[in-house]
């Protein structure tokens, strides 16, 4: 059964650009996560989304956004990115839609965005 | 509001001994209680995590964690530390009353020292 994947695995951009990271959950599992991991703030919740609806959402810029298609893939938005927002880029799914912070997360590797 | 708190950023130990790992955390109503591993360039793996039941938890690769409701921690053990150990391990906690993603630690460098 494969994992969670995440592509890119490195991406460079440049101050100002915007960005699209793409993850495709485990195949039946419909509540996809996004995390960001800097070395000084660890994982900072950014959003989860449950059947292509939003339902939950962390402190951060308007900036960044996402959204989830039909078949529960999910990509995630920067724009005008700023040299703060070089991090890892982490995508989790879950197999339950119902309270998934109970029974946990599955992760992928991650996005190693850097912004030049 | 929900908080996780690992207050060692780094913990060495000698191949061998046992290791732990310190975690307390803040949530209102039941906490759900997990840890994660994460290697060099690569995204975080489950080790294990407490919903209910037995204080005592069993995990992946020889883990086991401790859940404490009184002192409100749960703290990551290993009776014999491995080399292959060495990695970032982070604490989560989930809340049945409050939003549906998890709270995470900063992480706990842990090096075993051959």
Redesign the interface.
Known sequence: KAG?T?TPRYLIKTRGQQVTLSCSPISGHR?V?W?QQTPG???Q?LF?YFSETQ??K?NFPGRFSGRQFSNSRSEMNVSTLELGDSALY?C?SSSTGT????????????T?LTVV | AQSVAQPEDQVNVAEGNPLTVKCTYSVSGNPYLFWYVQYPNRGLQFLLKYITGDNLVKGSYGFEAEFNKSQTSFHLKKPSALVSDSALYFCAVGSQTGANNLFFGTGTRLTVIP
């Open positions: 969670v995440q509540s996560s995390y703030q660890g994982l919740f989860e339902r939950n962390g982490l989790a309270a998934p912070q109970i029974y946990g997360y599955t992760f992928g590797s991650g190693r």
